[in-house]
Structures are given as C-alpha cells and as structure tokens.
C-alpha cells in the first residue's frame, strides 16, 4: 500500500493533515433573516427582533445583501454557483439558540466545488513565492447564534441575542494543507479577499472571521487518522500556532503507543497548548429538515434569463455580480509587478499588509527614485521598524513624502546609503524632524571635497605601507580595507566611489 | 385505517372523533354499507340523492363525494418489514427532542404511525424529486438590507423570569436530561 516515492524518503514519518472550517460575518446593514441592524458593540438584546428572540408566529424574511455577498464570495474563490439552494434546520439545544434550531444550508447550499489560491513565501532566504491550494468543498448561508457569557460565581449563564440571526458564510475547505504555516498564509489571503469584495470585514479578533481547524496526522499514503478540532482560535498567529502544537501533540501520542481521540479542543494562546473542551454528549444528531417557511433560493445567470414580469428588486442575477466584482489580491499583485516592475515577492509583502501599498505609491509620486530602488526601503527598512514595534502602517512616524526626501538626499549625492539609513533611523526616533534637517544638524553630508578626501586618502596610503605593497602585487581586495580606514576617518561621509578611485590612482 | 384512527380517536384528547361512532349506532342500516369492522372496511352512511340531507348539517352531500369508498387498503405483502424500535433508539430520540413516550402504549401508538406510513412505499417514486413543502414553487421573497426592527430591548426582557442588567439568564450548561427510571418516577408525579 505504501507509496515506492515515499519509503525511499522517510517511511515513518508523522505528517500533519489540516482542514479548515471558517465562518466569515457578512457585512450587511441587518441579519440574515429579520430587519434588526448588525453592529459590533450595543447595549445587551437592543439589536434583536421578535423573530431572532423566537418568539412564535414570527417568519423568516430572507435578506437580498446577504445573498449576493454569498454569491461574490463564491465567485472570487471560483466556486460553481448553484441556481437553485435549499435551507435547513439544524437542531441542538443551547441556551444562545433561543429557536432551539440553526437555518443553515447543509442539503444543497449556494456554492460548491472551489479553489482557494494562496502563496507562502518560502525557500532558504523566505523570497520565493510558492503557490498553493485548497479546494474549497462548499459555501453556505447560514444563522449565527447568539453569544453567551459565563458567570462561573453565581452559576449562571448570561445571553445576549444581538448576534442572534446575523448572516454567516461558513466555508468547508477540505483537509489539503499539512501545517500552521500553510492554514495561516491560505486564511490570510481569504481575508484580503473578503476585505477586497466587502463581504466581510475579516476581523478575527472582533469575530468577524472564525476559524476552526480539523487536525490529523498520518503517513503519506495511509489512510487519514483520527482527528481533532481546535476551537478558539483569535487570530493568524494563534492559528499557526495551535495547529502546529496539536500536530506534535498527535505525533507525540502515537509516538507513546496511544491513540489520539476524536474530540474538540480549545487553543489557550497563554500557554500555546490545546486543551480539551467541556465533554460533547457522544456525536451529536442535528436532525436535519428542510426549512419548511422558506422555498428554494433561486438564482438567475443573466437579465436574458429571467422570467417575465418578473420584479428587478427580487432577483439576484449572477452575471451582475461577476462583472461587478472588484480587483482581487492576486490581480493586484500582478498589477504592481507589471507596473512597477518589481519581484512578485515584493508585490506579495506589499499586498499583505494593510496600508502599504498605497504608502509605496504615495514616496513614488514625490521621488524621481525608480520603483525598484523604493521597494526596498518600504519592505524592509519601513517594514521591518513597524514590525519590530508591532505597529501598523498608518501608525508610521515617517510619512510618505518624509521618506521621498530621504530618498532624493541618496539619489542626488547628499548623503551615502549607509548614512541614509542612520538617518532613517533618526528620522523614526524623531518625528516631525525631515531628513535634510537631521543631516545638517549632524553633519552627516557626504564629503565630497575632493581636496579633503585627498588628504585623508593620503593619510591612511603612507600610514599602511604593507597593504600598499600588497595591493600593488596584485591583491586588489586589500584596497576595500583602506576604504574602510577613510570612511572611518571621515565617519562613513566619504563618496565612497571617488575614494575608491583616488586610492587606486594612489596604490596603482 | 379504521383501527388506528379509532385508537387514535381515544388517546388523542380534544379531537372529537368520537362522532363517527355516534353515526354508525343512530343510522339504519338501509342497505349501504355499514361494514362489519372486522373486514377493515367502514365508509360513511351516503345519501341516495341530492336530497338526503345529513345528520348533522342542513347541507346536502357534494355530488363530488363517491358514493361507495374508495379506500383500498393496502395487503400486508407489498409493505416492508414492520419496523420495531428498540429502547436506546427511543432514549435517543427523547433526548433529542426532549418528547416522551411515557408508557408501552405511546411506544405502540408510534409503531403503528410508522406502520401507517410504509403504505408509502407502494408507491413508484423513481424519477420524481422529493418534495419539501406545498409551497415549494413559491417564489422566495428577497428583502432589502434596511433597518426595520429592533431596539426593543425592555420588551423582550419582560418575557423572561430572570433577566440580570438586560441580559437573559440561562443555566450554566445544558442541564443534562435525567435518566429514564429518574423521568419516569418524575412524571408519576406531575399533573399529566
């Protein structure tokens, strides 16, 4: 049964199976199926209807923007849009589901069969981009639940129904990914594309993207193992790390002569670990039925195929959507490659974190600097300091046109690269203070004066006959020493092309 | 049929089947069928016109009614084998519906629904897609994302015996469903 591949390679080795379930918040003025508005934060239960209390004799009313952003989101991740779903009940009891039953569409739900396309950087020095997928088994509408807050002292449990009835999307990815590193880079490319449609503001920390995550480990070319889902998860870097952990926890089992158990677990992100929830009662049976106060959903390909007479303000038309939908990440990315003419590692950094992209086009606007020579500058020296702080790009003490100017200074001979970067780093320790004035203040301009350098160059030539006479016998890379004894002479403002060139005239 | 809605008819309370038992004993026989209730076959007193009037209507029968029924009842040999539940599927399915059975007869009552509902099974069905309800082909109204409702905080509130600071207060957990010897010692005790 083993695969002749792999037994060359490694035939005892472990290796993760990750699957991800993702509930993603639409972003819409009222919920799924009642007029009662979406906010993030108000006072407990103002945001709840007679129908998200359950209250009897209240009905389903479906919400067309929840529909469409389904739709949107099914046509950015390449999925095959059904023209005909179903809604279903989900039974289970608990105290924040007030109906005692989810609306979801389990039978036949609004999109199948896509593809989720992401990239890691990878390889020795983490600038290749690798591209990957994940196959996304289906995308259905479904209610959220109210939230519920434990109030372990008086025993007792307090709800808050504003959640109650909000538009989820939830999105079943099936198990091809093998590692945190994979679950997280796939995740954040399905935020910047839902931040790009719209659809959902993707933030995990307010809830508005949940992840939960599947884990197993097998051999290559066995049969899947039993496995896990990790719940609790409040952000990518969390994501990455519970997946990893419950991977080595898993391999660690078996390793023992265990056997791992199908059960939930939380991630608790202080001590890195997973552990186990509060016991399920055994498998759970949802009792399925088909939602019996709302007909099948049904979708039209284009204005041609609608029926007669038929009201514009009821239907959802696909083809409307597909030709409104907005430039996704990955277009993106090829279009800055294009235009600018930089990496697709690059264009990957930029795309990736908030901001930066039009931060790069602001500095492009005010330097004559090619974009090649910019990027560097914004990924890594401008990006590196906000990491290094855990800022983001809006926070930046050094503003676009601030960093142009830098960058002139270097471009017009005022200053070397080296010097550039202390005074970068002066600029972001002192905000407000341009980088023309910390030169001067400094004295940090390049040196230029040719009859100066030439006196140091002489100086450091008779001082070190041994390398002179080293250089002169034909060993040329002794010159870059007495390149750096000027530069530290001169404090690093030398031109380092007409030292370069006055020594070798000296030494020659 | 007959069996079982006249079975029904006594276990079911507030449903006044009992009036078809009050026909049979009032009405002469006059020569249509009043059948024997062992052949299983009982149709109603049937006028022989337009004239005869009912007992219990001043309207007269609707020509559209037959006149003898129609009802068939299905042979025992074109029904699949009678389903029998056991004890843990009946646990299961009180746990998760939280209904009860209560005693052997309501488990009986349940055998013979499902034996009522196999009579389906004689029907063909290939080819033909299953339907969800009546109103199916409806179309599905589509609403506009606007704010109707909502910020009716106190209202809500009123409904339920304890709120603590707007907010519902509900258990800890599940409160986990006693085992069946405790529910039924508990329900020997109630009202019903």
Known sequence: ?508 | MSVLSLAASRTFRGVSLKIPRMLFSLLPNDGYSITNLHSKRISWPQSHGANTTRLLSSQPLNQKIPKVATWEPVPEDQLPPPAHIPADLVDKLERLALVDFRTKQGLACLEEAIRFADQLHVVDTTGVEPMDSVLEDRVLYLREDAVMEGDCAEKLLQLSKSTVEEYFVAPPGNIPLPKREERTAMLKNSEF
């Open chain 1, 1 to 508: 049964k083993a695969n002749p591949e792999t037994e060359q390679l490694a035939p005892q080795q472990l290796v993760g199976v990750v699957g991800l379930e993702i509930h993603a918040q639409i972003n819409s003025s009222t919920k799924l199926f009642s007029g009662a508005p979406v906010r993030f934060s108000a006072p407990p239960n103002s945001l709840v209807s007679f129908f998200d209390a359950s209250l009897p004799g209240t009905l389903p009313v479906l919400n067309k923007r929840c529909v469409e952003a389904a739709v949107m989101t099914g046509l950015a991740l390449n999925c095959a849009i059904n023209r005909k779903s179903l809604f279903d009940r989900k039974h289970y009891f608990y105290a924040d589901l007030p109906a005692g039953y989810q609306i979801t569409q389990q039978r036949l739900p609004i999109a199948v069969d896509g593809v989720l396309t992401y990239s890691l950087l990878g390889g020795k020095k983490r600038n290749q981009v690798m591209r990957k997928n994940v196959t996304i088994k289906q995308i259905q509408l479904e209610q959220d639940s109210g939230k519920s807050l434990h109030d372990d002292v008086r025993s007792q449990t307090l709800i808050d129904l504003n959640r109650a009835g909000v538009g989820l999307m939830e999105l079943v990815m099936e198990p091809d990914m093998s590692c945190g590193e994979e679950a997280a880079a796939a995740v954040r490319e399905l935020q910047l594309i839902l931040q790009a449609l719209g659809t959902c503001q993707g933030n995990m920390s307010e809830g508005q993207l949940r992840v939960d995550a599947n884990v197993s480990v097998h051999r290559p070319g066995e049969p899947l193992g039993v496995r896990t889902e990790v719940k609790n998860i409040n952000s990518i870097r969390y994501l990455a790390r519970a997946i990893d952990y419950e991977i080595q926890r898993q391999i660690d089992v078996l390793q023992r002569g265990g056997t791992v158990q199908n059960e939930t677990r939380a991630y608790d992100s202080k001590s890195g670990e997973t552990l186990p929830m509060r016991d399920k009662e055994g498998l759970q049976d949802y009792r399925f039925m088909p939602e019996p106060n709302l007909p099948p959903l049904i979708l039209y390909e284009d204005n041609a195929s609608l029926p007669t007479g038929i009201d514009a303000c009821q239907v959802v038309v696909v083809q409307k959507i597909k030709e409104g939908l907005p430039e996704l990440p990955s277009v993106k990315r090829d279009r800055l490659v294009q235009t600018y003419g930089i990496l697709p590692e690059h264009s990957f950094t930029l795309v990736n974190e908030d901001g930066l992209v039009d931060y790069f086009e602001a500095v492009l606007k005010t330097t004559k600097k090619e974009p090649r020579k910019v990027i560097g500058w914004v990924t890594n020296e401008l990006l590196g300091h906000l990491k290094q702080e855990d800022m983001s790009v809006c926070q930046s003490p050094i503003s676009p046109s601030a960093l142009a100017e830098l960058l002139e200074l270097q471009e017009t001979g005022h200053i070397s690269s080296s010097v550039a970067k202390q005074v970068f780093q002066k600029m972001w320790r002192s905000p407000g203070k341009t980088a023309l004035q910390i030169t001067q203040e400094q004295d940090l301009g390049l040196v230029s004066d040719t009859a100066q350098l030439h006196s140091i160059c002489q100086k450091v030539v008779d001082s070190h006959p041994d390398e002179v006479h080293a250089i002169r016998s034909g060993n040329k890379k002794v010159l870059n020493k007495l390149m750096g004894l000027v530069q530290k002479e001169t404090k690093g403002r030398a031109d380092p092309v007409l030292v370069r060139a006055i020594l070798q005239k000296k030494t020659s």
